[in-house]
């Protein structure tokens, strides 16, 4: 479409030949008919016989109106406005946005967008010999449409529809029950939350696992069969069928405000709420959280035999005795003393020797020449020390000729009687030792006693130490357990009641030894502070201001 129809039908043509390039096409001559020059054929710059895009002629035209109906102005037949033929659908009528069945002012000869006569009825051939063309040019839709219609049928109805009878299809809905029961057989009427609850699909469940894939599924299944020949009930059946037959009685709880109901003690063992319980086995309480699983014996012992409160000696009462505060002073004492003594031997170790006992040039030689001359003298004195004779020690062992020679059978067999002699002889005495034992058994059995009498004390030391070591610290950590210092005071320092009494040490250093000392947690050490980075002082700008 240009446009309105105008008094030069040739701005369209013109503007179009001017757009294309060089070819054959509508600005340079061809082989064939084009639109700058006249040709055989109808063209589109000239009148010709046939209908064209710039002069009117008997066929409807685009630009110009005509007797038939056209784009600009309505006529009897379908016009752009109306659905029907119109200049941008293809009419019965050659247009000039169409091409006709004659040549065309676009391209030389027949159009290339539209095939021709001789196009339309060729067949395209396709080669099916190989599996990916034949997948690729093979029109399966049909098939797929029957497949998914059938599954479709499957999950809503349950199977194919054309196989149902119509009682399963249909039911009779007269608007009254009594009428509804006799025409569907007795089928009420299906409710709609009925309906909800239904499975989406009507595919039926698949069945359970196969025999052969059940590991010793022959095995079960014998043995079931013999239990069922038998009439063996198996324990949890019997258990289940007992149950059943005696169900359990339920009483209404009475009201809890009643003040006449009875009471119970809470930590005693006879608790009525503990009578539902009774008779059951351990192994169902336990599984349904009714009753505490046994906890091991090893679980239930303290980790130490320490109290948790430990009572302080008497001497460090606010008021003690003479006596009981000397007893705490000297065991205070005895601490400070060892402690006094482990920094003595540290620092004895650690410490230069005086300068008396400073090694000199002289000490240093004679320590590292220490023995060179006694050895030396030895050397020189162990040639003359040899005895003249005694070569065989100087020179080596000498081989002995007469070792190597074979035995005869003379002397196996007085080897063999040396054996057997002396093999007797043993014998003999072992049975002498054991005939003089029956005359010492009194003696043996005073042995005896001494002995277990030995492995009972030796047993009761293990016993004792084994106490002491439970009542003990044990090494938990990498650091070792140490007492705290004992909280004593001095006897000028003793107040003779509560008010003035100064109070010394921290509860909670107390309580935090108590844990370390009955194993409880390890003995710890507070984690000191090292800094990365060295402190820098840097004076402030209004400080360094201030001047005075």
Same mark, same amino acid.
């Not at 009528?93 to 539209?114: H, I, K, N, Q, V």
């Not at 063309?133 to 999950?155: A, T």
């Not at 090694?359 to 004679?366: I, S």
């Not at 130490?465 to 007492?483: F, I, N, T, W």
């Given at each position: ?25 509508a *600005? ?21 016989p ?51 069945p ?25 080669? !099916?010999?190989?599996?990916? *063309? ?33 009682? *399963?299809?249909y ?11 006799i025409?569907?057989?007795g ?60 169900p359990a ?16 003690? +809470? ?7 503990? =009578? ?8 169902? +309480? ?8 046994k906890?091991?014996?090893? =679980? ?28 705490l ?15 003595e ?24 020449? =220490?023995?060179?001359l ?10 003359d ?27 196996? !067999? ?20 054991r ?9 043996? !059995? ?11 004390e030796?047993k ?21 357990? =140490? ?9 000028e ?42 402190? !820098? ?12």
């Amino acid at each position: 479409m240009c446009g309105p129809p105008s008094p030069s039908p040739s701005v369209c043509v013109m503007a179009a030949a001017t757009a294309s390039r060089p070819g054959p096409s509508a *600005s340079t001559p061809g082989p064939g008919p084009s639109a700058s020059t006249p040709g055989p054929g109808p063209s589109a710059s000239t009148p010709g016989p046939g209908p064209s895009a710039s002069t009117p002629g008997p066929g409807p035209s685009a630009s110009t109106p005509g007797p038939g109906p056209s784009a600009s102005t309505p006529g009897p037949g379908p016009s752009a406005s109306t659905p029907g033929l119109s200049a941008s659908t293809p009419g019965p009528g050659p247009s000039a946005s169409t091409p006709g069945p004659g040549p065309s002012a676009s391209t030389p000869g027949l159009s290339a967008s539209t095939p021709g006569p001789a196009a339309s009825g060729r067949r395209k051939r396709l080669n !099916k010999n190989k599996k990916k *063309s034949w997948n690729k040019h093979s029109d399966v839709r049909e098939v797929e449409e029957f497949l998914d219609d059938v599954r479709l049928q499957e999950r809503t109805v349950g199977g194919l529809v054309s196989e149902k009878t119509d009682d *399963s299809l249909y039911f009779v809905d007269t608007g009254d029950d009594k009428k509804d029961l006799i025409h569907n057989k007795g089928k009420l009427k299906p409710l709609w939350v009925d309906l909800v609850l239904q499975s989406d699909s009507k595919v039926a469940v698949p069945k359970d696992i196969l025999a052969h894939q059940i590991p010793n599924s022959r095995k079960l299944r014998k043995k079931a069969d013999q239990e069922k020949r038998f009439g063996i009930v198996r324990r949890k059946e019997r258990l289940l069928y007992a149950r059943l037959k005696k169900p359990a009685v339920k009483t209404k709880p009475g009201a809890n405000n009643n003040p006449s109901r009875g009471f119970y003690d +809470l930590w005693s063992n006879t608790n009525p709420l503990d =009578q539902e319980l009774e008779g059951k086995e351990a192994w169902f +309480l336990e599984q349904t959280k009714r009753k505490r699983p046994k906890r091991p014996i090893k =679980q239930q012992q303290k980790p130490s035999q320490v109290s948790a409160i430990e009572v302080i000696a008497p001497g460090g009462s606010y008021n003690p005795t003479f006596e009981s505060h000397q007893a705490l002073l000297l065991a205070a004492h005895e601490v400070e003393v060892k402690k006094r003594r482990t920094e003595e031997k540290i620092n004895r170790q650690v410490s230069l020797p005086p300068a008396a006992e400073l090694p000199t040039k002289e000490t240093v030689l004679q320590e590292l020449c =220490q023995g060179l001359l006694e050895d030396s003298e030895g050397e020189e004195q162990e040639p003359d020390a040899l005895p003249s004779g005694n070569t065989e020690a100087a020179e080596g062992p000498v081989w002995n000729v007469f070792s190597c020679e074979k035995k005869t059978e003379r002397d196996r !067999k007085r080897e063999k009687i040396f054996k057997r002699q002396e093999l007797r002889i043993k014998e003999q005495k072992q049975a002498r030792e054991r005939q003089q034992q029956l005359f010492r058994l009194r003696s043996i !059995k005073g042995e005896v006693r001494q002995l277990e009498l030995r492995r009972a004390e030796k047993k009761a030391e293990r016993t004792e130490k084994r106490k002491v070591e439970a009542s003990k610290p044990r090494r938990l950590g990498r650091l070792k357990y =140490q007492d705290p210092d004992l909280d004593v005071k001095l006897s000028e320092e003793l107040a003779g009641s509560l008010r003035a009494l100064k109070p010394e040490g921290s509860i909670l250093a107390d309580r935090f030894k108590s844990l370390q000392k009955r194993n409880l947690i390890e003995p710890r050490q507070r984690a000191k502070f090292k800094r990365k980075h060295k402190l !820098k002082y840097v004076e402030k700008r209004a400080f360094r201001e201030v001047t005075l």
